[in-house]
């Protein structure tokens, strides 16, 4: 029976209005093109992606550091990129941060299920993103939210899996679910870690497999999750299966950066 939920951030509670204001933050203090920041960020986010993937990251590593790194690299003068994420942090509209039905679906889930939040962390530290859950008023409804940076490892881990679990106090992995935008880190990492996990993809049609869901937008969850949490768990299938299952569903998603 579910008993717990764990939410990632970027793209399923929030929208990338952050990114977008920090974008324009960076191009008037460096006073460059309003879409060359963006260009540059977008091109960082996909390469640390693909080495997260890749497993060259290990757990303990600081991805803000990382991130910045590559931004470097491109020619993003990190000590601006700061003033402009500070600037960001303290002006980003909050009734521009949520996405659509978020309001309406974490208090109705809230009442039977146990809620944290786990998510990685890019360019900014986990507590920028707490500052705008609380800015968003989001943070009371969760009892804890797990950050990359403060937990030590980043999705797909199974450590980040097994920190959430803990938050969440169930007894085993297959009693929780993990709600995510991104097919490798939130549902193929939480089906490895032996959670239910739940893919937000745009325009997809509801559908469920082993135990698993995907759903076009966050406000078709509910009533999804309250069919799943009615089922027990089916044990995961053998890695071989469970990629070859999910390309056959979503096999324009399995490696997308969102």
Known sequence: MLKGIS???WGTLFT???LREISRRYADLARLPPNDAEVHMAAAYSELRTLRREGAIPDGVNQVDVSLGLLAKRGIDVE???RAMAQALEHVDPSKLVQPGVRELIPALHKDYRLVVL????????????VLMEKAGLSGWFLAQLYSDEIG?????????????EHLGVGQPGEALHVGDNAYEDL?????????????????VAQEFSGNLIVGDIGALSSAIRLLSRRPKSQAPPLPLLFLTLRIHIP????RAA
């Open 16 to 18: 990338e209005e952050f």
């Open 80 to 82: 601006v990129f700061r």
């Open 7 to 9: 939410f990632d951030v």
């Open 252 to 255: 324009h998603l399995l490696w």
């Open 119 to 130: 998510g990685n962390v890019v360019y900014w530290p986990g507590s920028y993103t707490r």
């Open 188 to 204: 193929c990492g939480a089906i490895g870690a032996g959670l239910h996990g739940a893919l937000i993809s745009a325009g997809s």
């Open 153 to 165: 490892a980043a999705k797909p881990s199974r450590l980040a899996f097994k920190t959430a679990l």
